[in-house]
Nanobody, 115 residues
Framework: QVQLVESGGGLVQPGGSLRLSCAAS????????MGWYRQAPGKERELVAR???????NYADSVKGRFTISRDNAKNTVYLQMNSLKPEDTAVYYC?????????WGQGTQVTVSS
């Protein structure tokens, strides 16, 4: 069982930045594909960004050029740097770990972009 704990959410003005962190338990973090998903009220959960164990990344079109996903295997942590935030980025952001088709989720962290 893998536990994922997100942090770093909060309230930010449009155009601002936040960095989300997700710390994972266990000793095989380096083998996981890690992802960030988000779910806005009344909408389905959607992929924001993903990073493989080899460091390859992919992003939703809506966040390309604004968000950056990275990982630190020594700290068992994945990050999501979010810049130029927009009101439509408001959602609960969830961390996800995927290894051999077994998927784990964090509890989520709220990001609110509002003036």
């Amino acid at each position: 069982q893998v536990q994922l704990v997100e942090s770093g959410g909060g309230l930010v003005q449009p155009g601002g930045s936040l960095r989300l962190s997700c710390a994972a338990s266990g000793n095989i973090f380096r083998l996981y594909t890690m992802g960030w998903y988000r779910q806005a009220p009344g909408k389905e959960r959607e992929l924001v960004a993903r990073i493989t164990r080899g460091g390859s990344t992919n992003y939703a079109d809506s966040v390309k050029g604004r968000f950056t996903i990275s990982r630190d295997n020594a700290k068992n942590t994945v990050y999501l740097q979010m810049n130029s935030l927009k009101p439509e980025d408001t959602a609960v952001y969830y961390c996800n770990a995927d290894h051999l088709d077994v998927v784990y989720w964090g509890q989520g962290t709220q990001v609110t972009v509002s003036s």
